[in-house]
């Protein structure tokens, strides 16, 4: 059955540190997609970015990075030089090519507050 | 290009009404589905509708039901409405094809007393 762990229920840093937020999935498929959200306070769920299950480069865009190893299962999202307005509650997010059309699996969410 | 909208944002019904919620998706996007949040069970999966037809159901009862309309706007509607209903719900536009990233919405927040 497909998952979604992200063990890391809240985090809390000073502005300028590094985070790194953890998420580990579970899929029987070959084919998959990955994706991180960010839900500010507001309440709407900004899409960051989509992964596929063939493409393990890691990617880089601005301050966010992400780490995606299929010999682990995780697909991780690191923040650099962190600012208060990064403060959020961040999901990842499973989908397999077949037959979930449309069905995201979310993991339960790191909620993230970057201090002044 | 404007973004997925969703009317009402705040809602507070009675136990035992029901209640429409309203999305429309980006232009040019035919698939809309739904998701409800809540504290504890966190996002979950309602349904997928795409060119106007149900293409894929999460784990609820049928209270909870949906529409598509040719324009790709979608309604959903819970009936006979629970305490337990109460949640965020956030509707998502997409392309249509498997694994293409969601766009979502403000959300609508429904309060059942």
């Known amino acids: 059955a497909q998952k979604v762990t992200q063990a890391q229920t809240e985090i809390s840093v000073v502005e300028k540190e590094d985070v790194t937020l953890d998420c580990v999935y579970e899929t029987r498929d070959t084919t998959y997609y990955l994706f991180w959200y960010k839900q500010p306070p507001s309440g709407e769920l900004v899409f960051l970015i989509r992964r596929n299950s063939f493409d393990e480069q890691n990617e880089i865009s601005g301050r966010y990075s992400w780490n995606f190893q299929k010999s682990t299962s995780s697909f991780n999202f690191t923040i650099t030089a962190s600012q208060v307005v990064d403060s959020a509650v961040y999901f990842c997010a499973l989908s397999e090519a077949r037959g979930s059309q449309g069905n995201l699996i979310f993991g339960k969410g790191t909620k993230l507050s970057v201090k002044p | 290009k404007a973004g997925v909208t969703q009317t009402p944002r705040y809602l507070i019904k009675t136990r035992g009404q029901q209640v429409t919620l309203s999305c429309s998706p980006i232009s040019g996007h035919r698939s809309v589905s739904w998701y409800q949040q809540t504290p504890g069970q966190g996002l979950q999966f309602l349904f997928e509708?795409?060119?106007?037809?149900?293409?894929n159901k999460g784990n609820f009862p049928g209270r909870f039901s949906g529409r598509q309309f040719s324009n790709s706007r979608s309604e959903m509607n819970v009936s006979t409405l629970e305490l337990g209903d109460s949640a965020l719900y956030l509707c998502?536009?997409?392309?249509?094809?498997?694994?293409?990233?969601?766009?979502f919405g403000p959300g609508t927040r429904l309060t059942v007393t």
């Open positions: 998502a536009s997409s392309p249509g094809q498997g694994g293409d990233e969601q766009y």
């Open positions: 509708y795409f060119s106007e037809t149900q293409r």
